[in-house]
């Protein structure tokens, strides 16, 4: 690819959507696993005991429940990111087609 190829794809303004809508989801994506993570993070150093309980007075303790949902939202927020990719396909496609690739 010659350098004006390159700045003809950078100026396409579906390429410009697409690079901006990804960027937005990614970093929101990214925003909100690290908010649950540092939020436990946060929880373990400054309460402890709150994680510590029972949970109805049998052996699983409320920290396992946090545990157990955050791998969950991590599931469920690499799903999102999936699906809204997926979305992103048919601008991608285009694209490639306006770009002769």
């Known amino acids: ?12 303004p579906d390429f410009i959507q697409l690079v901006r809508r ?12 690290l908010v ?9 150093a400054f309460a402890p005991s709150v994680l510590g309980q029972s949970l109805n007075g049998g052996v699983t303790s409320v920290g ?3 545990g157990v949902v955050i791998i ?5 927020l690499t799903g999102i990111y999936v699906k ?3 979305v992103l396909d048919p ?4 694209v490639r087609q306006e770009c002769g690739q």
């Open 64 to 66: 396992m429940l946090v």
């Open 36 to 44: 649950i993570y540092y939020g436990f993070v946060l929880l373990v």
């Open 91 to 94: 601008l991608n496609d285009k």
């Open 84 to 86: 809204r990719t997926n």
């Open 22 to 33: 990804k960027q937005r989801l990614t970093w929101s994506l990214t925003a909100a696993m």
């Open 72 to 76: 969950l939202l991590s599931f469920a």
């Open 1 to 12: 690819m010659t350098p004006q190829d390159l700045d003809r794809i950078r100026e396409n």
